[in-house]
C-alpha cells in the first residue's frame, strides 16, 4: 500500500508542474477559456484518478488491464 502511495506521488511529481506551466504560458497566449477548462478538468481528473489508485488495489478509473 505504501508503495502504491509514494509512486502515485511521484507521478504527480513528475507531470503536475509542468501541466500547470502549461496551462498558464496557454491562458497567456490568449487560448479560449473553454480549452483552458478542458485542459484543467483533464489534469484534475488525471490526478484524482492517481490519489485514488493509491488508496485501494483497484482504481475505478482503469477501463482495462
Not at 489534469?43 to 482504481?59: I, N, Q
Request: aromatic content about 4%; hydrophobic content about 40%; charged content about 15%.
Amino acid at each position: 500500500m505504501l508503495e502504491r502511495a509514494i509512486r502515485a506521488h511521484g507521478n504527480n511529481t513528475e507531470y503536475v508542474p509542468g501541466a500547470l506551466i502549461l496551462l498558464f504560458l496557454a491562458g497567456a497566449t490568449g487560448s479560449s477559456a473553454l480549452l483552458l477548462h478542458l485542459a484543467g478538468g483533464a489534469l484534475l481528473s488525471r490526478v484524482r484518478c492517481t490519489r485514488s489508485g493509491s488508496d485501494k488495489s483497484t482504481s475505478d478509473c482503469r477501463l482495462h488491464g
